[in-house]
């Protein structure tokens, strides 16, 4: 337990100076740009009992052949039936605290931790968050990486320091990894880069920026694709030397989200007789999320405890794909 101390605030005793806050690099982009999307089915489940949730779908009606009309009144048409299938989705419960001592606040004047931390709680589940769509994303390309990897365009090589330019960012690449959609690309808005492919495509001179009118943020733009910029995106080592990024195409809501309401989502508690008798005060946050992408099943086959961690959706055996290939907005391109 970590808890905010007097050798933890720097101050000078004769000019005090107001304190700057750090923010935080980490961005989260996923809900601004639409990746991420408020799903009323899931605000509905993230309400309701337990931990998993089976989310039943509509199979589509199956168009591989039809009948050839006859006048011979003893041959029998059969009719076709519309399937069903279902998805699951794990809820997640998470919580944090933050704690300072009293004493502090009453030598640094005006200036109090609490304050301070209370202000910044909202950035930092933001930051959680977009934790959870990153390691979701992680967890569906090592399913597709372990089957089929029919989701899957990789340019790269395992000698990424004499990597080829066909190897790196390119916009045939690109394209490539956008047709393992098939027809159903045109769906497909959003991109997700790490900051070194960036870079390079800035360096290509292949990034329009445009500027938000409200917010006044310059976005950046491939080819119409909003692009996200994220440094948590993978980069795996290569086998003989250098990296390979995974860049990922998004469709606009493929990752479904719903928030419930813990029975007391902020506490704040008071320890008086700690300090020696001067107080400490701390502040609990909690959160339940339901977070699910499109066509996925969460099989919960490597589950330890009530809610999945970072690493387990990461983990290809957690997730199960239920929807055809063209239906699941989510591509993948692999390059140095």
């Known amino acids: 337990?970590?808890?905010?101390?007097?050798?933890?605030?720097?101050?000078?005793?004769?000019?005090?100076?107001?304190?700057?806050?750090?923010?935080?690099?980490?961005?989260?982009?996923y809900i601004a740009s639409g990746v991420a999307v408020t799903s009323n089915e899931l605000q509905s489940r993230a309400n309701g009992e337990g931990g998993l949730t089976s989310i039943p779908y509509w199979k589509d009606l199956d168009a591989s052949d039809e009948n050839n009309s006859s006048d011979d009144p003893t041959q029998k048409a059969t009719p076709d039936k519309i399937g069903t299938g279902k998805m699951a989705a794990r809820k997640i419960f998470v919580n944090n605290g933050w704690q300072a001592a009293n004493l502090v606040s009453s030598l640094v004047g005006n200036e109090d931790p609490m304050r301070q931390i209370a202000s910044r709680t909202s950035a930092y589940w933001d930051q959680r968050f977009a934790a959870r769509i990153q390691s979701i994303t992680l967890g569906l390309f090592n399913e597709n990486d372990a089957g089929s990897g029919d989701m899957i365009f990789d340019a790269s090589t395992e000698d990424g320091a004499n990597a080829a330019a066909d190897n790196k960012w390119t916009f045939d690449g690109f394209v490539d990894a956008r047709a393992t959609m098939g027809e159903s690309a045109d769906k497909l808005a959003l991109l997700a880069v790490h900051p070194d492919t960036l870079t390079q495509m800035i360096k290509q001179e292949k990034i329009d920026f445009v500027t938000d009118s409200q917010t006044g943020v310059r976005i950046p733009f491939y080819n119409d694709y909003r692009v996200v910029e994220d440094k948590k995106l993978p980069v795996i080592a290569g086998t003989t030397s250098g990296f390979r990024y995974v860049s990922v195409l998004y469709r606009q809501g493929m990752i479904g989200y719903g928030e419930g309401t813990p029975r007391r989502?902020?506490?704040?508690?008071?320890?008086?007789?700690?300090?020696?008798?001067a107080g400490i005060e701390t502040l609990w946050e909690r959160k339940e999320w339901l977070m699910h992408p499109e066509g996925y099943k969460f099989t919960d086959a490597s589950v330890a405890d009530l809610s999945p961690t970072i690493a387990e959706f990461e983990t290809a055996a957690n997730w199960s794909r239920e929807f055809e290939r063209e239906n699941v907005g989510i591509a993948f391109f692999v390059h140095n």
């Open 1 to 29: 337990m970590a808890t905010v101390r007097l050798s933890d605030v720097q101050f000078d005793e004769d000019v005090y100076l107001s304190y700057l806050q750090e923010d935080r690099t980490d961005r989260n982009a």
């Open 265 to 277: 989502p902020v506490a704040v508690e008071f320890d008086e007789a700690a300090g020696n008798g």
